[in-house]
């Protein structure tokens, strides 16, 4: 990892302060059983937290028998997956079966023990994957062809790995979404522009994971890349749902995927950019 990507996550990569646990293998958070919300007026959605490849995972998913997109999301330090339950819930409505597991290592700890466990979250992931896409509890309604590798922070470091570092590169992954990361050094690989569209959401006053680090990530990576800006953004606020800046960084991750995995890159373009006009946010892209 680079030196500025380890000061800044021991400054406070965490969501949540630090939780008690162990190392690498202690990975827990608390479940609760299936339920149904509803995301504003969208279709209803089920959440719940089942095992992959050993990981309490939490799992949102959208009403139907699918075949739909899946999105593997990856939390930040010191944050359960169902912190994002907003995100993720806006995710599932819009016809994404969203899979988050929780990263040993990291999902209890913002210090030292969560930048230990990062060189180990690509294969975990790649773990979860195959957990879901193939194996005996396997997600029948999850499309192994339209994948989407996803992050907030840490997440996001993890994501832009598994998309574009030879260390750790999946090629079942249709496109990556970063939000709030960084192009960290993982041993033994390097980065490449790669094959895959990227978008990128950073807020522009992170005092965490500074914003330079996606406008680089920006200019190096993807076939396309996309960075959405949030004016005046810190590390985390933009993700609740009650912050002015909310409904434009879901609107520009549907959008993104509608024309990556979604089978509509006019429309989905179109809608990013009318996401990137909204109240609070920028968008800037390349290619």
Do not use: W
């Amino acid at each position: 990892m680079t030196r500025r990507a380890a000061a800044v996550l021991l400054l406070g990569v965490g969501l949540l302060a630090p939780a008690c646990g162990g190392g690498d293998d202690d990975a827990t958070v608390e479940t609760r059983p299936p339920e149904t919300s509803l995301v504003d007026d969208a279709p209803r959605v089920r959440s719940e937290v089942r095992t992959f490849a050993t990981l309490p995972t939490f799992v949102v998913r959208p009403a139907g028998g699918g075949p739909f997109p899946l999105i593997l999301f990856v939390h930040g330090a010191g944050a359960p997956p169902q912190f994002y339950t907003p995100l993720l819930e806006g995710l599932a409505a819009a016809g994404n079966i969203v899979v988050a597991p929780a990263m040993p290592g990291s999902v209890n700890h913002s210090d030292f023990s969560a930048l230990a466990a990062l060189p180990f979250q690509p294969g975990r992931v790649k773990q979860v994957l195959d957990a879901v896409t193939t194996g005996p509890e396997a997600i029948h309604a999850a499309d192994p062809e339209r994948v989407v590798v996803m992050g907030h922070s840490l997440g996001g470091m993890t994501a832009l790995a598994m998309g574009f570092n030879s260390c750790c590169d999946d090629q079942r992954i249709d496109a990556v979404v970063s939000i709030a990361g960084d192009m960290a050094t993982f041993p033994g690989g390097r980065y490449s522009g790669g094959t895959l569209p990227l978008l990128l959401i950073h807020g522009d006053a992170d005092e965490t994971v500074p914003f330079a680090g996606s406008g680089e990530a920006l200019q190096q990576l993807g076939t396309s890349a996309y960075l959405l800006a949030v004016e005046h953004g810190d590390h985390t606020g933009y993700l609740a749902e009650d912050n002015r800046a909310f409904p434009a960084v879901v609107a520009a991750i549907v959008s993104f995927f509608e024309a990556t995995i979604g089978g509509d890159p006019r429309g989905g373009l179109a809608d990013l950019t009318t996401a990137g006009s909204m109240p609070g946010v920028r968008l800037t892209t390349r290619g």
